[in-house]
């Protein structure tokens, strides 16, 4: 029996979602839980590996239960139980016997937050920010255009090639304001380590003013890998939704 799985976590206190010798990780205390609940080891795969600090409300993950589920609710919330405070076991339900969450996903969204207000201890997910008197969205909104379609990201990600090299697609970015927080929203086909930090914190730069628009297209699809300098803080990034169809 495969179950799919949907977890949320807040990743402040997270070395990542991938499981570590040492270590506070989403796989490592997810795992945990499984095990203690069922009486046996069990494994958990995940869609992608989310970084240290990054959050999630919609991070898909499969397990092997020792044993067959039928109230799938009962035992979702049973497992809730044993979980930290800061990661949840949304819902689960049976797969088949070949689902993988990381190679079935057709497509991710991301969203990135950020705000100048005063921070918010209580409201998580969302980077703060200073210099709001500098920063122009309609600068921020152009640069972020320019990684929408296909492109070579080479100098946006430390990962080392692999065998889709560094093209990913990037389907849509849009651009919101509302009550002050600001929000990126990325759809694609994969997004590489650090990717969407590194897009966004160049987009920053472009957006302070800090960087001219030029230096991005001059690094996208570029023969030379310069690997961009500014990355945006961790706590500003969610893994919002994982899908396993075509729309």
Known sequence: MV???????????FLGFERQKEGRTVQGEL???????????????????????????????SFCPPREISDFERERKAIDSRLPYDLSLVSIE???????????????IYAYLFSFKERDVLRGGI???RNESKFSIERFRSALSLFVGKHDFSSFTPKKEDGLSFYRTI?????????????????GTG?????VRFIVGAALRVGFGEMEIGEISSRLDSA?????SYKAPAEGLTLVYVGYDED
């Open 94 to 108: 049976e797969a088949p016997a070949s689902f993988d969450p990381r190679r079935n996903a057709k497509f991710k």
């Open 3 to 13: 179950i799919k799985g949907v977890i949320s976590y807040n990743g402040r206190l």
């Open 31 to 61: 795992e945990k839980a499984l095990s203690e609940y069922f009486g046996s080891p069990v494994s958990v795969r995940g869609s992608g590996r989310t970084d240290a600090g990054v959050n999630a409300v919609g991070q898909v993950v």
């Open 171 to 187: 389907a849509s970015i849009d651009v919101l304001l509302k009550d002050g927080v600001y929000s990126a929203v990325f759809k």
């Open 191 to 195: 997004f590489m380590t650090y990717m």
């Open 127 to 129: 980077a703060y920010l």
């Open 224 to 228: 030379e890998r310069r690997i961009i």
